[in-house]
Structure formats: structure tokens, C-alpha cells
């Protein structure tokens, strides 16, 4: 089992900027992966980045791109959202979720495809 939790969100102007982060415990293994994805009220769970265990290789959804940085620590075992130049469009709970047996031949931009997820965490931005 793998338990996830989310921190850093809050209120922020248009055009602030926020970092979330994301604490794994529990068994997590080299094969791994980490997104992030954010769902508004009435809205489905969007994928807004993606990150692999190495932290190598990044993948963000075009709405974030050059605004938002997913980064990790596995020191920590904590990834984090690095998110600039926020618009009133990006207010969501934001989830960190885990993938299990990380394939690279592709992103997985899809919520059932991951395994864990976090409580989440409210993201709200001010015009």
C-alpha cells in the first residue's frame, strides 16, 4: 500500500505563484510513476503533469505548459508542482496520484490508470 499526501495549496492573485507537494509512504518501487491532476466543480479530473521515477522525463498537458514544473526528490519520497503565473482558470483540487509498472512507451494522462491517489488539495486563484 501507498499512501499519498497533498500540501501547499491556498489563495493566490493572478499571476502568483504556488508549490504543492506530495509525500509518498509506504512501498514504492523504481517503477513507478507520479502525476498530478486537478479537477474543477462540475468538471472531470484533468491530467496536468507527469513525472518518472528517475525524474528524468517530464510531460505536462498543454494548458500548464511554461507555467508548471513537477519535479522529485525521492530522498524525500516527495514530488512537487512548481506552478507560476497562475490564472483564475486554474482553481481545482489538485491530486497527486501514483502509477504502478510505469511503461515509457507512452504518458498515462488518464485518472483510472493510476493507482494511489492523495486527498488532494484546494489550488484557488483570484482575478
Known amino acids: 500500500q501507498v499512501q499519498l499526501v497533498e500540501s501547499g495549496g491556498g489563495l493566490v492573485q493572478a499571476g502568483g505563484s504556488l508549490r504543492l507537494s506530495c509525500a509518498a509512504s509506504?512501498?514504492?518501487?523504481?517503477?513507478?510513476?507520479m502525476g498530478w491532476f486537478r479537477q474543477a466543480p462540475g468538471k472531470e479530473r484533468d491530467f496536468v503533469a507527469h513525472?518518472?521515477?528517475?525524474?528524468?522525463?517530464?510531460y505536462y498537458a498543454d494548458s500548464v505548459k511554461g507555467r508548471f514544473t513537477i519535479s522529485r526528490d525521492n530522498a524525500k519520497n516527495t514530488v512537487y508542482l512548481q506552478m507560476n503565473s497562475l490564472k483564475p482558470e486554474d482553481t481545482a483540487v489538485y491530486y497527486c496520484?501514483?502509477?504502478?509498472?510505469?511503461?515509457?512507451?507512452?504518458?498515462?494522462?488518464?485518472?483510472?490508470?493510476?493507482?494511489?491517489w492523495g486527498q488532494g488539495t484546494q489550488v484557488t486563484v483570484s482575478s
Open positions: 513525472i518518472t521515477w528517475s525524474g528524468v522525463n517530464t
Open positions: 509506504g512501498r514504492t518501487f523504481g517503477t513507478d510513476s
Open positions: 496520484a501514483l502509477k504502478r509498472n510505469y511503461n515509457s512507451n507512452y504518458i498515462p494522462k488518464m485518472a483510472y490508470e493510476y493507482n494511489y
